[in-house]
């Protein structure tokens, strides 16, 4: 049971460049989450989905997309890489609401130069 | 990764001693804690969660206790290991209405030999 995998696990992009971080989870969980960790901050949650199809705004989505056309996966886009950006990505997953643990991928350490 | 932990108070401990890490929540309306450790690259991983309604819950070396009164959670570690060392961070959420987490900026527990 791989739980949440994450990919790509780094990456370096330019200012200006656009890529997609992948997120797929095998629990079957419907809750699935995207948060981005910069140093000393506590997680901030950028988009979260509570079902295939249904997507909705975190803390901070300025600059991001996601889309959730399955229930295992919820891939978060960033169509114009800033410098701003740079910070490690998590996706997450649970199996209801908020009143379920959320059980984390191993992250995405993402760079803008 | 390392980089989150810049910053974040710490916590030495000598090895096979008791480990109290605090954590001070904001919202007085949240029902629902949950305590995570984060080791180097790696993404928060579940330990224990408490519910509104207890004060103490035990799980395998670890107990958590609430104080709604002062807004407070601490998570206890016996008997700590080399193995325990890692950032600690606790999340609160509010089981209705909402199915979003907030986070704490965490705290590093460091084990000497």
């Known amino acids: 049971n791989a739980g949440v995998t994450q990919t790509p696990k780094f990456r370096i992009l330019k200012i200006g460049q656009s890529m997609t971080l992948q997120c797929a989870q095998d629990?079957?969980?419907?809750?699935m989450y995207w948060y981005r960790q910069d140093p000393g901050m506590g997680l901030k949650l950028i988009y979260y989905?509570?079902?295939?199809?249904?997507?909705d705004k975190g803390e901070v989505p300025n600059g991001y997309n996601v889309s959730r056309s399955t229930t295992e996966d919820f891939p978060l886009r960033l169509e114009l890489a800033a410098p701003s950006q740079t910070s490690v990505y998590f996706c997450?997953?649970?199996?209801?609401?908020?009143?379920?643990?959320?059980?984390f991928g191993d992250g995405t350490r993402l760079s803008i130069l | 990764g390392e980089s989150v932990g810049l910053h974040l108070p710490t916590l030495s401990v000598q090895e096979g001693d008791n480990s109290i890490i605090n954590c001070a929540y904001s919202?007085?309306?949240?029902?629902?804690f949950i305590w995570y450790k984060q080791e180097s690259g790696k993404g928060p991983q579940f330990i224990i969660d408490i519910r509104s309604n207890m004060d103490k819950r035990q799980g395998q070396r670890v107990t958590v206790l609430l104080n709604k009164t002062v807004k407070h959670l601490s998570l206890q570690i016996a008997a700590t290991q080399p193995g325990d060392s890692a950032v600690y961070f606790c999340a609160e959420s509010r089981t209705s209405g909402t199915y979003k987490y907030i986070f704490g900026t965490g705290t590093r527990l460091k084990v000497l030999a």
């Open positions: 989905s509570v079902g295939a199809g249904i997507t």
């Open positions: 997450a997953s649970s199996s209801l609401g908020s009143n379920q643990p959320q059980h």
């Open positions: 919202n007085s309306a949240s029902d629902y």
């Open positions: 629990m079957n969980h419907n809750y």
